[in-house]
Every structure is written in C-alpha cells, then in structure tokens.
C-alpha cells in the first residue's frame, strides 16, 4: 500500500474522518549537484546506488527514497558542491525542477522530459519503494499540470525576437521575408539566427517558409547556406528560399511579415531602398519589422527611420518596450506560481490532493490582481 489510512469519528453520529498515516513524499531525498566534478567515493557509490538519476548539460539530479541515501559518502561535507533535500523541501524542488524554474532559462521544458525519461527508465527490484516514487512522480506531474494551467501558461518568454515576432501578430503557416545580416565570423548573426529559429520551428507560430535576402550577393549565398543548415539539423521545420535584394518589392509582396536584421545607418543606400519598397508595396495586411537600432545611438533608431511615415511599423524601442512589459508581467507570474507551489506541496504533505479549481480559487483569495492564462490579453499587432 502506498499509504494506509486509519479512521477516526469526533462523535457517534460524526461522519468518519480519514487520515492517512502515511505520506510518500516524507521519504523523498534529493542530491542536486551543483558541480560535474565527483569525489571517487560519489563516483563509486553511484554504481551500485538504488536511484534515479536525471542528467541534462547543466546538472545532475539525484532522486529516491530517504533510506537509499544514508550511506552517501560525505554527505556531511557542506563544500562538496552538492544539494540535499527531504521530504516536502525535496517534493517542492522537484516540482520546481519539471516546470522550469530552477532552470537557466526559466521555463524551458527539456528539463522535464529528462526527469520524466529518467523515472520510467529507473529499474529496482525495491518493489515497494517503486510503488512510493511512482505515487510521487504522479503527484509531481498532476500539480505542475495544475499550476500551468492556473498561471504558468501565461508566462511570456523575454527574448527579442520573440517579443519582435509577437508584436507581428506572426501566425502559423504565415510566410516570413528576412533581410539577412552576417556575423564577423561568417555566420548567421544572432538576430537573424534568432528569428529563424523562433518562427521556423515552433508549435503554434511555425511559418510555412522563410525568404532570405541580402544585399551583398555573396553574402546572401552564406546566410542561404546556414539557413538550409538548420533546416538540414530539423532545427527549421519550414521551406527556405532566397530572393536578391534587388526584387526585395516581389518578396515583400509574397510575406506576410518582414524581418529586417540591418544595424540602422550601416547602409544607407539599402535602408533607402528597403523604405521605398515598404512605402510602394500593394499589399496593406503585412508588417515590417526592424530588429536592430543604431549602435552608436545604444541601439535606438535613427532620425532616418524615427521620422519615416511607415505604415504597419515596428520599431526597436517597440521590441524594447515590449520586453521591459515581458518582465513585470513575469515577476508577477512566477510570484503566484511561487504561492501555488507552497499550497500544493502543504496539501501533498497533509496527505491531501490539490486540483485545478482548488489552486484556482487559493490564488483568488491570496492575490490582489490575480491574472490567469485565460486572462491574458493577446499579443498587439501592428496590423489592425
């Protein structure tokens, strides 16, 4: 039994009380390491040891019941560059761990799939200690559903590309012109980088092709190169095609958002022509989108750009704005989440089980502006 329960009545006519006298999050240990350097003796232990181990480029996880771990070599030793947790402290950092925050990169979710390949692979021929994790794990992955849907969903990613294609509007299956720049290395720039990967490849938002272009056609031949290279790695999921920039006008007709990775004042002539293209075109429903200011002026835009009367603009200090929204927004989620997490963790170690509507309505009566993903107003275009 995973838990046993015992019966108790306050009165003879009460109804019957159920408490459990056993709660398996209680035996939950957990080593984080916080280094790649093991002592001999870890090294060793770790062969022969009865537990999970959830490995990704950043760290280690070590995670079993309390008794697995009693005799870890040097436990004591607080300099070794690793983490011990038990019980609820263990329960509440796992549950961190598989939504992403306590992850480089807040709420990226590799992490959790590496916990959760790592559980199913785990073999022990500790049948009721199986039987105790895998309650755990169960535990783990319904509340970290609940607390996503409750205030997670909502968290909005802080990157500048992905702040430039949101405020597009982009949507799935739409097709992207990209003005293209270089790295000193020969590369693709990080922006351009950036851009492609965000919209070539993702869920909801995956283009249906990407249009590169340069006005160096040499250099364009590079970025066309390095574009069909991700998409060789499946890192792009889309169509790439190219198109010189002297029939910028035919790319601008064709995509539905335009991307233009250009340091303002690097190129004036082309800046001349890439505005005249924008202000000529037929088509109303697309956008334009710079991606870069001016170095020289931190990155803000030129008097060129700023006093261009372009329709269905974005500009730099757009992206920026949005970005600066992107982290109040985000404090004030994970600051729920935070609270979520603590309710969820004391009602597992009651030995009682949390659910959407309840974690719902905790943080209605413990936030002053609660905000939900359902609440959360859609990304602004600049098409209208």
């Keep these: 039994m995973l838990s046993s329960l015992k019966q108790t009545n306050a009165s003879a006519s009460a109804e019957p009380i159920y408490v459990r006298t056993h709660i398996p999050m209680h035996d939950l240990t957990i080593a ?10 870890v090294s060793t232990w770790k062969e022969t040891a009865d537990v999970a181990v959830a490995m990704s480029c950043a760290r280690q996880v070590w995670f079993g019941l309390k008794d697995k771990f009693t005799d870890f070599p040097g436990r004591e030793n ?12 263990a329960y509440k950092y796992l549950l961190r761990l598989v939504m992403g925050l306590e992850s480089k990169y807040v709420r990226e979710d590799s992490i959790k799939g590496q916990v959760f390949n790592c559980w199913n692979t785990y073999e022990t021929r500790d049948e009721d200690g199986k039987k105790k994790l895998e309650k755990i794990m169960q535990d783990i992955k319904a509340d970290s559903r609940f607390i996503n849907a409750a205030v997670l969903d909502g968290y909005k990613h802080y990157k500048h590309e992905i702040s430039a294609r949101d405020l597009s509007g982009q949507q799935k299956g739409e097709r992207i012109l990209i003005v293209g720049c270089e790295s000193r290395h020969g590369k693709l720039s990080n922006f351009t980088d950036g851009i492609a990967r965000v919209t070539g490849n993702g869920r909801n938002t995956r283009v249906s092709e990407i249009i590169i272009t ?14 069909q290279g991700l998409k060789g790695a499946g890192i792009l999921a889309c169509d790439v095609t190219r198109v010189p920039f002297g029939k ?21 002539e082309a800046e001349e022509f890439i505005q005249l293209a924008w202000q000529t075109r037929l088509r109303t429903d697309n956008n334009l989108v710079m991606l870069r200011g001016a170095p020289e002026e931190k990155g803000f ?17 757009m992206i920026r704005a949005d970005m600066s929204a992107r982290v109040e927004h985000n404090k004030c989620l994970l600051d729920m989440a935070d609270k979520a997490i603590d309710f969820c963790v004391g009602m597992r170690s009651r030995g009682q089980n949390p659910s959407l509507s309840k974690v719902k309505n905790f943080l209605a009566e413990v936030s002053e502006n609660p905000i939900t993903a359902s609440e959360l107003p859609a990304p602004k275009s600049a098409v209208a």
């Design 248 to 268: 910028l006008c035919q790319g601008i007709e064709k995509a539905k958002h335009v991307y233009v990775d250009m340091p303002m004042g690097s190129n004036q």
């Design 78 to 89: 607080t300099r070794s560059g690793i983490d011990f947790y038990e019980g609820a402290p």
């Design 32 to 41: 984080n390491f916080r280094t790649k350097f093991f002592s001999s003796a």
């Design 214 to 227: 340069h006005p160096d056609r040499s250099t364009l031949d590079k970025l066309y190169d390095e574009m």
């Design 301 to 317: 835009s030129t008097p060129f750009w700023e006093n261009a009367e372009l329709d269905n603009y974005i500009s730099p200090e």
